[in-house]
């Protein structure tokens, strides 16, 4: 179920590189920049989440981090 919409997202990245790429080129580089890295990022959670079997969600793990943190009734 969710390896479809995972490879609609890489489709999607792609299609936005090819199409942008040249605004991307004109903008200020920490525009730029910044674009590039929240296209990486997104990229490698994909390459992750499809390569491996077991897969850690960051939000679980946080949510036992933050439980340890805060006051609980």
Known sequence: MIKPLLFTYLAMVIGVLVM????LKQAAPINRWL?????AIGIASW???TTL????YITLWMSHVIQRLLPLP
């Open 20 to 23: 942008d790429f040249r605004h």
């Open 35 to 39: 674009s590039y890295g929240l296209i």
């Open 47 to 49: 390459l992750y989440v």
């Open 53 to 56: 079997n077991k897969t850690i």
